[in-house]
């Protein structure tokens, strides 16, 4: 029985690091856009910011200039399944389905192509 408390206790504590690690690392990826919250929940990345509207294009380079090159710069964030950049209000913004899914054949391509925009629009509902 003590065992299977102490295995638990480790289970959660490596967990808890792992997302620890999740939300500091995408804080650094971030910070030029200084968000003023990022929280990493559920596989999901939620990022606020300063901004009162999130515009696509700004969305856009938190996610090809900070986030999925963040991940080309060898940290792990291939556990955020889904990414939130939401306005100061969290009330308005995007939504990408597919997290750092995408991020490996993102950082390929040229940063202003056109398959850059449909690649990361056909994977981007609003918010």
Known sequence: ???IIVASII????????FAGVQQDAEEALVMWQPTSVEFRDDTLNVLLPQA???EEA???VLTTGFCMWTAA???LTSVSELVVLNK???QGHVSE????DCAEINQMPAE???VKLKILSATRLF
Do not use: H, P, Q
Not at 11 to 18: D, P, Q, R
């Open 59 to 61: 969305y856009s380079a």
């Open 74 to 76: 060898g940290k792990d």
């Open 113 to 115: 192509s056109m398959e």
């Open 98 to 101: 597919r997290g750092a899914m």
């Open 1 to 3: 029985m003590r065992n």
């Open 53 to 55: 509207k999130i515009t």
């Open 11 to 18: 289970t959660v504590l490596i967990t808890c690091n792992a």
């Open 89 to 91: 209000f969290g009330a």
